[in-house]
């Protein structure tokens, strides 16, 4: 079968499509035939040896895919043959095939194609149980999202307006922000235009509920300092590169509480009722990912790149099925 590998360390070029075996499920896994994966920022981190679990090389990069199930092995707790399945991994998924744990497996909803359901979950899973249950976000709350062009940022918007909130995107180009506001974001600043401190004060003179952050860096305190106070500041990632240093005399004055977000820390009750209401969302038409590029197989190693410059505008897709670069605005 053809696949993307990466055969040492080093930035997304180095990553080349090219035959490997076929793998094999060991019992309880299953494996399947990717119609599409998603590129997500760690993808990039994980090949340059940056991330914080490192995988020996050779390696088959690829967390985020949906396809159809092409064997099972021992107990798959119901999967069987000819499935349509997504599913999330540490590494393997930019492959005609894959073979994962069962119990790491969901069902892809009648209607939702590859392409949507490989760039639905992650990005949009942390977006909402961030919102819902870390944030905690209330109808009529003002939620400011750093990094708002991006696949975990833009989702966000997407969610925050769905439950209610006032939403001001933070982008770094006016695509990213047009994006945003196609998605329901009520206010844009583009942080490039200047001092970002003073130009959220001007759209939220009395202050944020909450901050969603993926990007961390430069950004994160003049978000911080935006908040009202008693709001709540959630970190979800590093995207920028560089963890920000929070002077926490901000936190003691405005009495403002900062959260980070990892999914096992969100209780069984809420993590199985945002998944369901998640579910619910994207089955009805309420919410679905902005696709803004798509890759063939082949051009995996720009994929990434385009990924690592920061110029992915929602989600970037490898489409196991294309032979040519698509640049197009696939959600919505």
């Known amino acids: 079968m053809k696949a993307a590998v990466c055969p040492e360390y080093g930035p997304p070029e180095v990553v080349r499509v090219e035959d490997v075996p076929t793998p094999t499920p060991a019992p309880g896994q299953v494996r399947v ?9 760690p993808d990039v981190l994980l090949v340059a040896d ?20 092409t064997e099972v092995a021992g107990d798959t707790e119901g999967f069987a043959v000819g499935d349509r399945v997504t599913g999330t991994g540490l590494f393997g998924a ?3 095939q894959v073979c994962v744990p069962a119990a790491g497996l969901t069902r892809i909803p009648d209607g939702v194609d590859d392409r949507t359901a490989a760039a639905f979950g ?22 400011i999202v750093l990094g708002a ?11 925050g307006a769905a439950l209610g909130a006032r939403v001001t995107a933070v982008a770094s180009s006016q695509d990213k922000l047009a994006a945003a506001a196609e998605y329901g974001a009520a206010a844009l600043v583009n942080h490039a235009d200047g001092d970002l401190r003073s130009a959220l004060r001007e759209v939220l003179p009395e ?36 963890i920000p240093r929070i002077p926490l005399n901000l936190v003691l004055v405005k009495g403002i509480h900062i959260l980070g977000f990892q999914f096992q820390d969100v209780a069984p009750d809420e993590f199985a009722r945002n998944e369901d209401e998640l579910r619910a969302l994207l089955v009805d038409g309420t919410v679905s ?8 197989l082949v051009d995996t190693a720009a ?27 696939l959600g919505g």
């Open 289 to 296: 990912p902005h696709i803004g590029t798509v890759y063939p």
């Open 207 to 242: 202050g944020a509920h909450a901050v969603l952050d993926p990007v961390g860096g430069e950004l994160s305190e003049p978000a911080l300092r935006a908040l009202r106070r008693g709001g709540r500041f959630v970190t979800i990632g590093y995207a920028s590169g560089a």
């Open 149 to 159: 062009g991006g696949g975990v940022g833009l989702a966000a918007v997407q969610l």
């Open 303 to 329: 994929a990434l790149q385009h990924v690592a410059d920061g110029r992915a505008v929602g989600k970037v897709v490898i489409d196991l099925g294309q032979t040519a670069s698509v640049s197009k605005s």
């Open 122 to 143: 992650v990005a949009h899973r942390t977006a909402y149980h961030s919102l819902r249950s870390v944030a905690r976000i209330q109808p009529g709350d003002d939620v």
């Open 94 to 96: 930019f492959a005609e």
């Open 33 to 41: 035939q990717v119609g599409a994966a998603a590129v997500n920022f």
């Open 50 to 69: 940056r991330y914080q679990i490192s995988v020996p090389v050779p390696f088959v990069p690829g967390s985020e895919f949906a396809g159809l199930v």
